[in-house]
Each structure stands twice: as C-alpha cells, then as structure tokens.
C-alpha cells in the first residue's frame, strides 16, 4: 500500500531516482508535466521508494546491495509494480539488467512513442542548432541514441554531434565515482568535452552529466532535455 493506505494495481510507475529527488527537484517537476501532458497514467510511491542500489553495486558491496535490491522487490511486490518509467539512466541500467523480472522503460523512450503530442510551440529559433551528450548509461549501457534525438528534432532543433558521440561517446567524468573521489580530474574532463562542443547549446538526457557539465561551462549553455519540453516555465 501507498502511504495513503491505497492498493496500487497494475500501474506503470515514474521512478525519478536519487538526482531528481534531490539534487534536481525542478527536472522532476518537469518530466512529470511532460508526462501528464502526453496523457501518460502512471502511480508514485509518495516518498517510500529508496536507491535502486547501483552506488553500493559499482562500489562492490555486494551485501549492502543486496540488501537494498531486495527491499525494493518486496515493496514493488507489495505495490503490484512490474513496470517502470525513470528519468536517471543509472537507474534504468540497474533495473532492467539487474532485477530481471521487471519492465523498465526510460522516459526517452516514453516520450518517444507520444512525439506526435510533444508541444513544438516552444523553440523560439527555427533550424536552431544544438549539440547533444550520449551519456554512458543512457548510450553504451542501454543503446537509447535515437530517441533523445529525435524529440529534438521534433521540438525544431537541428541536432549536431560531437566527433565522438554514440557508442564513442566520452565520458563528462561525472560517473563511476570519479567526481566524488577525484573532482579535479573530473571537472578536466568535462572542460575537454565541452571545449569540443560547436553550438551554443548542449543538451542531455541524463541528470548527472547535466549537473556536471552545466556546473563546468563556461561558453556553452547546458540543458537537461525536460528544460527544452518546458521552457516556458524557466
């Protein structure tokens, strides 16, 4: 049961992960208009849901994860959940190659499937041109490129790649701990990454590296996609 005391059956749920909650709090805002806008049904668990568990995973402790992974399959069996909707591209990695019993879908995909509902009143510029991040988990782990695409190019934007990009993209220096244990080299790489970038504007679908590189830019405009759905609000 919700913390309301309500039965959850055979929902989809929005799963937001750690950043969104709180790091982030204005992409959540943001992805969960975006989905009701698109006529989206989807169920929240109003706080109880925790860490899928992939920090303890990465870092080895394997027991800690496990304790964690088998929490949450008690709760999403308490709840009925077998479908998942999440923004954080670690945690869609986690949970469909590490619970396997699940349905895991990243809200890229979603969005995907509504684009001929996604608002194009928004882009200001026509032909706009912008440069978008494969991240690691999102491109190499889960092999999601097209979609971030081509919501962009649904909005109007003319997209731009990096020279390394898809499966060669490289790494922001956000992930695996690195800006946690190594900040400088961290906030290197993602100074050589943006040096790289040709447009005004660089967007990605992953919270982490948005933070990262917004948090290291200097000439170049970082986005999180929700804020290129949304901007009206910003």
Known sequence: MDVLGRKIFGKTLFYPGCFLKYKAKHLLDNYERILNDLGVSYVKLHGVEQCCGMPAFNAGYMDDYKRISDANMQLF???????????????????????????????????ARHLNKVDVKLLPTENEEITYYDSCSLGRKSGIYHEPRAILQRLGYTVRELRENREKSVCCGAGGGLKQNSPKIA?????????????RKLVTACPSCYLHLKENARDVEVYELSELMVRDEH
């Open 187 to 199: 906030n290197r790489m993602a100074q050589i990454l943006l040096s790289k970038v040709r447009t």
């Open 77 to 111: 069996e308490d709840q009925d959940v077998s479908r998942f909707v999440t923004v954080c591209p670690d945690c869609h990695v986690m949970f469909s190659q590490n619970y396997p019993s699940l349905k895991v879908e990243h809200v890229t995909q979603v969005i």
